[in-house]
């Protein structure tokens, strides 16, 4: 059972409340996947980014796309670790609170190191309940993928302010993308990834 967090209401009122003020382009069609064809599209240069601040959290995944990142998202955050994983993440959260606000974006790349339970995955989006969430799901040869990205979707049934990625569906016809390790991102790859991101966010 997928557990409803008690402050939801409280907090579904709260993104209504402020979606408008946040984004003119739609970009918070929450609970939606962000499904992409073939290949990731660029977004329009010419539409404005929706938000104030932006926190990139993640693992050596971000570390592979931080250039591109820094050259796409004015006033970016970016904290990649080798070998993090998502229960790392809930203790670094609080030093980053003043990104949990409505004009902020929190991107969040997890899950390519192991596993994660629900509750471990709620305790990190609840510190970040009035930002909006774009989750990145996971690309990884290991037997754990399919239930990070299982665990990423079911999320986004209880969190408005989260839309989830699917760099799944992409990287999946696209290996050129990664390293002989499949794991970690060619230049194309990065590339391709930000791209996908600013799709959603820009939307």
């Known amino acids: 059972m997928v557990r409803k967090p008690k402050c939801l209401l409280k907090r579904k009122n709260k993104i209504q409340k402020n979606k408008s003020e946040t984004s003119n382009n739609g970009a918070q069609q929450n609970k939606q996947e962000n499904k992409p064809n073939q290949g990731a599209v660029p977004p329009k240069k010419d539409m404005p980014y929706p938000y104030k601040q932006t926190l990139a959290l993640g693992d050596s995944i971000m570390i592979d796309i931080e250039p591109y990142l820094k050259e796409t998202v004015p006033n970016v955050t970016i904290d990649g670790k080798i070998g993090r994983q998502l229960s790392d993440a ?114």
């Open 90 to 203: 809930i203790g670094i959260a609080p030093s980053y609170k003043q990104y949990n606000t409505s004009d902020s974006a929190v991107i969040i790349e997890l899950g390519t190191n192991g596993p994660f339970t629900e509750k471990q995955l709620n305790r990190l989006l609840d510190q970040f309940d009035e930002a909006h969430i774009y989750f990145v799901n996971s690309r990884v040869p290991r037997g754990w993928e399919q239930e990070v990205n299982a665990a990423i979707s079911s999320a986004a049934e209880n969190y408005p302010n989260l839309t989830v990625i699917d760099w799944y569906s992409l990287a999946k016809v696209n290996s050129s993308y990664f390293e002989p390790d499949g794991v970690h991102l060619k230049k194309e790859g990065a590339k391709a990834y930000v791209n996908l991101l600013m799709q959603a966010i820009k939307k």
